[in-house]
């Protein structure tokens, strides 16, 4: 399924989603459309979300304010909050305002809600860290790794500002993706690069016509369909298209893919060897 130009509605639970994901969570869900609800979920008068307001503010991003007034077991309950974020979803889905839906939680509570929405032919997208539940993700057209996107933000930072720190200028980008796939077993990354190449190898034998060409968008919407949370950026990329990525992805030095521009139409085949 192609999923750009979308208008979308951005729930955040903040009882499951940190704020230091904010930014990141907010520029991935761009890629896909517009933003025009930006709510998120909690109760701000507590210490542990009080340090999200000069966020919120920053970002326009509308607080529904949840007190957290039951409790079992001397423990506060989260239940209202995501009773208030199920609420406003179903009745966003009712205004027929939007076409898409980003669920930003790591709780597999919402899992239904996801599935109600694809019932009524709404892209979902959700966002989480790797401890999101499997049922939770397959719901969703995509997931969104935070914590893994985070930690490859952070370390091209200090990337770069080790390379200013030694005035060398900075070099051509150059991708992790171009080292071998057994070096790609990133902790970070949930699927390990070789693994990736071994999707996209099947997917172009399975789906390529008798030359050995397969539409791209055809081949994107066949990745993503087995493997949602793909995203080059996990792999050292700050460019997060699919074509840029496959078209430079190099093993042992050796392209993997060829890919052109067939008709005014992207292609895609595995490289010769």
Aim: with cysteine.
């Amino acid at each position: 399924m192609e999923i750009e130009n979308r208008t979308i509605a951005l729930l955040i639970d903040s009882d499951n989603i940190s704020k230091q994901y904010l930014k990141i969570l907010i520029d991935e869900v761009s890629k896909y459309g517009n933003i025009t609800y930006k709510r998120i979920y909690g109760d701000f008068t507590t210490p542990k979300l009080a340090s999200w307001r000069p966020l919120l503010l920053e970002f326009a991003v509308e607080p529904i304010q949840q007190y957290l007034l039951v409790k079992k077991n001397n423990k506060e309950s989260f239940n209202i909050t995501d009773s208030a974020m199920i609420i406003d979803a179903m009745d966003i889905l009712y205004t027929g305002k939007v076409d898409c839906i980003c669920l930003a939680t790591s709780d597999s509570d919402f899992t239904k809600l996801a599935m109600r929405y694809r019932n009524q032919n709404f892209v979902v997208i959700g966002a989480g860290e790797k401890k999101t539940p499997q049922a939770f993700r397959a719901a969703c057209h995509r997931f969104i790794l935070m914590d893994a996107l985070l930690a490859e933000t952070k370390q091209q930072e200090n990337e770069e500002k080790q390379k200013r720190a030694k005035n060398k200028p900075a070099k051509e980008e150059k991708p992790k993706a171009e080292q071998k796939a057994e070096e790609a077993e990133d902790g970070n990354v949930p699927t390990p690069l070789h693994k990736i190449i071994e999707i996209s190898k099947s997917i172009i034998s399975e789906g390529a016509d008798a030359d050995g060409w397969m539409l791209m968008s055809n081949f994107v919407s066949e990745l993503y369909r087995e493997e949602n949370s793909f995203n080059p950026k996990l792999y050292g990329y700050r460019n997060s298209k699919p074509t840029s990525f496959f078209k430079s992805l190099k093993v042992g030095g050796k392209p993997v893919f060829t890919l052109e521009k067939k008709n005014s139409v992207d292609k895609i085949r595995i490289a010769s060897q």
